[in-house]
């Protein structure tokens, strides 16, 4: 167990997550630092199109510059890395694709096993929030939940915690127009009993408070910190607030 223990400890938490294809080691690295700085919990690392080579480089220059938890974000077996203390152990409860249900897992799993990662079981949960679908909705090929689906989201947010997840992730997508809505996060966060990690969207300190708010127990930010790092640093702020 790794997120209730750290939530029990030190209340709502935000994760920053960086895409190893998006900037540079260094710059990565940069980034990781200033998150520490300002409060951020954990540096996720992952992206869709992150391989091997790019993930092992950025989590290896990111913990040279920084002492928090890094924890694999991986869309495929590639985005693996020795370096990292985590990886998050996921399925994509809504694909429809048995490549993000168990086919990517059983290729990294031995590799897992042999590099001695920590494994988080995570139930990942992705939500229609954008007018056109986001990478992550095309290509996990996911049966769509509409922001309005309570239901639909309640059962496979149930389904994943009976599987014996830790967690959930509600998910809109990287860039994605609008984040998950309060609602939809309040009436997840009340029906389960392990943590609820939201993320997608989420670019000003309001709607990181929004969701606080409403339940969530870790927010996750990605793109803002390639951005524009004084936001970031706000959004930080506003999760810790
Ligand atoms: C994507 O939820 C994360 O997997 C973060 O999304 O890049 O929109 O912050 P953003």
Known sequence: MFIKPLVQEKGILHFTLIDPDKQTPQKAA??????????????????????YDDTNKT?????????????LFPSNAEGISEQADYIFWMML????????LVGEQMKAAPYVKKLGIKTIPMGYIVVSTSARPTTVESVGD??????????????????AQYYGMECIYLEAGSGADLPIPP????????????????GGGIRDPEAARKTVLAGADVVVTGTISEKDLGMFEKIVLAVKG
């Open 59 to 71: 989590t290896e220059a990111i913990k040279q510059n920084c002492t928090l938890p890094t924890i």
């Open 183 to 198: 609602k939809m996060v309040n009436v997840t966060k009340n029906i389960l009993e392990i943590p609820v990690i939201v």
């Open 142 to 159: 996911v049966d769509r939940i509409l922001p309005e689906d309570m239901d639909k989201v309640v059962a496979y947010a149930l389904t």
């Open 93 to 100: 409860m809504n694909s429809q694709d048995r490549r993000f």
């Open 30 to 51: 940069e980034v990781a630092a200033r998150a520490e700085a300002c409060g951020s919990d954990g540096i996720m690392i992952g992206g869709s199109t992150a391989g």
